[in-house]
Structures are given as structure tokens and as C-alpha cells.
């Protein structure tokens, strides 16, 4: 019962901020705004279940080549 209240906030959660938030950012919304203290993995577990694409939080190394001297 308490799973899908969750679902219903995370979803809410997730239309509102345009399909754009992971797990990570969605945990501290919910605490933030709804007071729920839940974990990282269970809101993944939950969007999971939703078919919710996960979204990295992690953005890409630049990885910068040397030029090469003929």
C-alpha cells in the first residue's frame, strides 16, 4: 500500500520536471518537499517497476587527445 502511494508521488514527480530526474534527484524531492525518507535503491526499484528510464547523474569525461607531430 505504501509502495504505491510512492509510485503515485514519483510519478507525479517525474511529469512535472519534464521526464528529466533520476533516482538520486527524485530521493531528495522527496524528502525535500514530502518529508518521505526512503533510499536510493528503492526509488530506482520503484521507478524500475514503473518502466521509468533511469536517468545518470554522472556527466561525461571529456577526454582530450594530444595532437599528433608528423
Known amino acids: 500500500m505504501e509502495n504505491q502511494q510512492i509510485k ?3 510519478l ?12 538520486a534527484k527524485i530521493k531528495i524531492v522527496l524528502q525535500r518537499d514530502y518529508g518521505i525518507s526512503i533510499s536510493i535503491g528503492r526509488v530506482y526499484r520503484l521507478m524500475k517497476t514503473m518502466d521509468l528510464p533511469k536517468m ?6 571529456f577526454r582530450y587527445q594530444k595532437p599528433t607531430v608528423s
Open 56 to 61: 545518470s547523474t554522472v556527466k561525461p569525461r
Open 12 to 23: 507525479q514527480i517525474y511529469t512535472e520536471t519534464k521526464f528529466r530526474l533520476g533516482a
Open 8 to 10: 503515485r508521488i514519483i
